[in-house]
């Protein structure tokens, strides 16, 4: 399978925080890849790290064969890498319809910006009733589909997604769930970390598990649904 995205020996400090130490990871064309691990476990470093945002002190990041480690954000996200932060990271005095057009603004080639907001918002079906509302009045909810639609309708090859559970009722996730698969069956690859992990094993081809900035297991979600390193890194977290 042809790799997507690389993580080569990368290790990232906050001064003299160690919080990756020689990270490596794959995100294979076509495949869901989720990041697992206790809270403080790297997880979070690891996307600002591959959008820009935060520099590798060591190890290289290609996307596409290409090294990406020395790009800015803005450049990052217009090679098709689109992170959707903890917190959504959606304008919340802008309209529904202004962010959405605003997400289009770096779309690659001859991209119709009308026709990918139209698609993004037939998989947000919710959205279209609040179009002209301002996004900081939308629900918790609402706001975690604006936050995914924006990337959809940016015209991604690779989505990054940082908890989009966070908060939210069982029933809200389990649609923004249920959005994930239909985007990943057509094709598209994500990296994702979800704090459910019985979830983010259903969901993804391939896990990575995280423990203390370092990979310690890697594997098919039914390789480590059991695995010692699972368990070991969630011990005394009371996430698994
Ligand atoms: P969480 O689920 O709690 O977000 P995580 O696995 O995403 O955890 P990170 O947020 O990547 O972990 O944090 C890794 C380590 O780096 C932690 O020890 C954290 O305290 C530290 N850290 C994160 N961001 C910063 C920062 N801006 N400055 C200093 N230290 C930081």
Redesign the pocket.
């Given at each position: 399978m042809t790799a997507l995205l690389e993580l080569d020996g990368v290790s990232v400090s906050?001064?003299s925080?160690k919080?990756l130490s020689d990270v490596s990871l794959v995100v294979p064309e076509g495949c869901v890849v989720a990041l697992l691990?206790?809270?403080?476990?790297?997880?979070?470093?690891?996307l600002?790290t591959i959008s820009g945002l935060v520099r590798p002190e060591r190890g290289h990041i290609r996307f596409r064969g290409r090294s990406i480690d020395r790009l800015a954000p803005h450049r990052v996200s217009s090679l098709g890498i689109l992170h959707v932060p903890?917190g959504r990271g959606i304008f919340r005095s802008l309209t529904v319809a202004e962010n959405l057009e605003m997400a289009t603004y770096a779309l690659r080639g001859a991209a119709d910006s009308r026709s990918v907001v139209e698609q993004a918002l037939d998989m947000f079906p919710a959205l279209r009733d609040r179009l002209r509302q301002a996004a900081g009045t939308l629900s918790g909810g609402e706001q975690q589909m604006l936050a995914m639609a924006r990337a959809f309708a940016a015209g991604p090859e690779l989505i990054m997604l940082?908890?989009i559970s966070m908060g939210l009722a069982p029933k809200i996730t389990e649609q923004l769930f249920d959005t994930i698969r239909t985007a990943a069956a057509s094709g598209v690859s994500m990296l994702l970390?979800e704090?459910y992990v019985d979830a983010a094993l259903e969901l993804a081809d391939y896990c990575y598990v995280?423990e203390k900035?370092r990979v310690v297991g890697v594997g098919q979600p039914e390789d480590l649904r059991d695995s010692d390193a699972l368990a070991a890194a969630y011990l005394g977290a009371g996430v698994a």
């Open positions: 906050y001064g925080m919080a691990g206790p809270n403080g476990a790297g997880k979070t470093t690891t600002r903890e940082d908890e970390i704090q995280l900035g």
